[in-house]
């Protein structure tokens, strides 16, 4: 541990493992049993001159990739994995057990619920909220700003258990409802409720996605996928309609 | 201090701070009140077993944020930001007030003017020429190579004050004329004059962008943009075009 | 060499050199005469409490640039260059004389052959296998799961001498012959022959690619592009037929 910098004002909980040449900025608490790889910088600040920094919070259980940045402000649960280079920026809130991948930021004010997984090169931009169980995969963009330059900060929210496709850009101030997918390569604006299929470039409302003749490998129709699918879901193992009965998860009528 | 590591010929001006493990190489200058942050890399070689180096120009009261890559022979301006992880290579210049994004690169040969902002994620192709007071959005890409592979360089170039939204392709040779629009997503070549909206997949000239109905959040129609924002701008706090007319810029006569 | 981290079982070759504050995890091989450039990580693994470390292998004649990762289980070949900031990782492999550009990422069970060029922010997903004298330009996604979320993996396959353009969408399962060219900002599915273009979102076989009017600047037909373009490649300074010939590369009756 030798090479790990340390500010002012760092709590570091028991079992905390450290790679090499870690910096951890001032007002800093990591959580019990938490890993920070190498070359991570916890605290960071955007402007190395400012007189007060923010406190930073990484929960218990995480797992923070090697060349991490977690922003001064930042708030990050229990349980979270990042992948190599993740950003992580001020005031953004990150609930437990998310996963944010290789080289993908979130900017600032935004916030992940649960269980969401965000892979690689994805771009959050400001005051965008994505729920639980959402995966975003590679290259996608939020965008903020409907005349840029404005200095408007319209984000987008993502409802919970949604898909979205590699290389979607999502433009500002879009819903989009739960259990919707949005199909690779769309360019989205408005509104959608649950269960949607939104595509294309401009994207539109292609239909209720579980009506939709998507099938898996084993035959099935996929969505709504929490029937199909578990892996690291909080489900796992379990009935989903029995598990979301029981979280008092209110259910669109696709189940 | 002590983690600095500098190579020959470094000559550092007055009030030059710096982050953890910087990496400073050989024939390098940086101005006065330059910050430069953890892990960046100042003077970086392509090659590392090259016998000449050349010489790599950082201005004053730049900040470049954490693992920031300047390539030897950048020559970067006054006042320059960098996002985390920015690069910018061998011979291309960027000009005062200029903010470079996180994780985007300039590779060589290219040049920018005053007070452009290069957000997230963006790949500007070898011989790209961008101008003053342009934003480029995230993960935009310019290339360069119309018949790919063949070795050509033919870099695009963005007119001053023209807006690339997120996502936009920029086919090679490519020109685009000033106070332009591209839409998020869109595909481009071609040659574009003043004032032009250009969206689509391939991209067309869709009109006078002064004259499309883009209203901004006081309901007024936001091109030109200057007239609309200035934060961060040289004319901020001023008016437009008395601006213009004192530097003798000659406008376009949409305004 | 001070900064040089070192772990268990490693072996280092002859001549090889390294940047400051390079870490070499367990069980690493390095070939000799490469280069491995500042803040490099070799032997990354994915769970920093894992018991068993995999045994990576670096060829030799390699150069490394700076930030580049190279997980636990890759296997790279000979003379191979990879920009800053690239990524390799577990089972994947990449073979002699390729490049792996600035911010790419090779998912695990990746292979690519030789000669082959992936430039700045591509992500190949798992399973992907990408043959040799291909070139990929920025910002292309190879994905590989068709209904997701599933835990499919679906990994695509490019053939020898292909082109796939700025900004493309490989989806799961895609199939594209050898001397293919896929335009920039196309979204791809099925399966195509030689010798094929291929554009759009979504893509669609345009015909074939040596047929369409595509000049280079000397006037030429440019594809099949090997007659054309050899910089770099192991035809340089030699009649590509003869040299296919002398290789037994059977060639398609484009030639």
Not at 53 to 69: M, Y
Not at 99 to 124: K, T
Not at 198 to 216: E, R
Request: aromatic share 10%; with cysteine.
């Amino acid at each position: 541990m030798s090479e790990v910098i340390l500010g002012h004002n760092v709590t570091i909980g028991s079992n905390v493992t450290f790679g090499h040449y870690v910096v951890i900025k001032d007002n800093v608490t990591i959580g019990n049993n938490t890993h920070i790889g190498d070359f991570c910088i916890i605290g960071e600040i955007s402007n190395p001159f400012a007189q007060e920094i923010e406190h930073t919070v990484v929960g218990k259980n995480c797992l923070l990739r090697s060349n991490t940045i977690i922003y001064a402000g930042a708030r990050i649960g229990d349980y979270v994995h990042t992948g190599n280079r993740a950003i992580i920026r001020e005031q953004s809130e990150v609930g437990n057990n998310v996963m944010i991948g290789l080289q993908s930021e979130l900017q600032g004010d935004c916030s992940v619920g649960e269980y969401s997984r965000i892979q690689s090169n994805v771009s959050v931009g400001k005051y965008t909220k994505i729920g639980s169980y959402v995966f975003i995969y590679p290259n996608c963009v939020f965008t903020n700003d409907n005349t840029p330059p404005s200095g408007a900060s319209d984000g987008s929210s993502i409802g919970d258990f949604s898909q979205i496709c590699t290389g979607v850009i999502i433009l500002p101030s879009t819903i989009i409802g739960r259990f919707c997918l949005v199909s690779a390569g769309s360019r989205v604006a408005g509104l959608y409720m649950d269960d949607v299929w939104i595509d294309g470039s401009p994207a539109s409302n292609k239909g209720k996605l579980s009506k939709m003749p998507f099938f898996n490998k084993s035959g099935k129709r996929h969505y709504p996928w929490p029937l199909q699918y578990d892996a690291g879901m909080p489900w796992q193992g379990l009935n989903f309609l029995e598990w979301a009965k029981e979280r008092k998860i209110e259910l669109p009528d696709i189940f």
